[in-house]
Antibody
Framework: EVQLVESGGDLVQPGGSLRLSCAAS????????MSWVRQAPGKGLEWVAN????????YYIDSVKGRFTISRDNAKNSMYLQMNSLRAEDTAVYYC???????????WGQGTLVTVSS | QSALTQPASVSGSPGQWITISCTGT?????????VSWYQQQSGKVPKLLIY???KRPSGVSNRFSGSKSGNTASLTISGLQAEDEADYHC??????????FGGGTKLAVL
């Protein structure tokens, strides 16, 4: 059974940093693109970033470029999102998800809440 | 990188059919047949309903169907049921190798 478990969400002040983790199991992690998707309170889904199976390519939404870095460790079946220079508008539940061709597939974690506030 | 445009809300009565539109541009919906739809019930994780414009994953009811014309995709739900009350999100692959979601549509079953 595919399982994705996020961790690392917290309350952080504007300008602060946070590192999210996603632990994967139940599938061959090293062969799949993976994404981070976020959802602000009461809002729609927003795709944030994804990463190629070997970690050699990453793509980001414009609003996080230069502030967020997606990475993975295939030996640990884990993906990460390093978030720097956090802003109030980054407040959201962050989901880890497995990709398929041209989409986020039907495998999502339960999400981890990031709150950016003073 | 603008979000795809969806109506904020739609409603229908049990047994009826409804359609939710999702409008993008020639850089996303119009460029590829990689449109997906997700159902998100209150407090839950999104569930994939439709992928590649009109394909249903195993286990998804055939009451759900998808289509696309130009830069606009549509999700149709027929034989509306109370359990269909949820938020629906569309998504598309883009020419920048990114993904983009719509703002979400709240479906009320009256």
């Amino acid at each position: 059974e595919v399982q994705l478990v996020e961790s690392g969400g917290d309350l952080v002040q504007p300008g602060g940093s946070l590192r999210l983790s996603c632990a994967a199991s139940g599938f061959t992690f090293s062969t799949y693109w993976m994404s981070w998707v976020r959802q602000a309170p009461g809002k729609g889904l927003e795709w944030v970033a994804n990463i190629k199976p070997d970690g050699g390519e990453q793509y980001y939404i414009d609003s996080v470029k230069g502030r967020f870095t997606i990475s993975r460790d295939n030996a640990k079946n884990s993906m990460y999102l390093q978030m720097n220079s956090l802003r109030a508008e980054d407040t959201a539940v962050y989901y880890c998800a497995r990709d398929a061709r041209g989409r986020v597939d039907d495998y999502w974690g339960q999400g981890t809440l990031v709150t950016v506030s003073s | 990188q603008s979000a795809l445009t969806q109506p904020a809300s739609v409603s229908g009565s049990p047994g009826q059919w409804i359609t939710i539109s999702c409008t993008g541009t020639s850089s996303d919906i119009g460029a590829f047949n990689f449109v997906s739809w997700y159902q998100q019930q209150s407090g839950k994780v999104p569930k994939l309903l439709i992928y590649d414009v009109n394909k249903r994953p195993s286990g998804v009811s055939n009451r759900f169907s998808g289509s696309k014309s130009g830069n606009t995709a549509s999700l149709t739900i027929s034989g509306l049921q109370a359990e269909d009350e949820a938020d629906y999100h569309c998504s598309s692959y883009t020419i920048r190798s990114t993904l983009v979601f719509g703002g979400g549509t709240k479906l009320a079953v009256l």
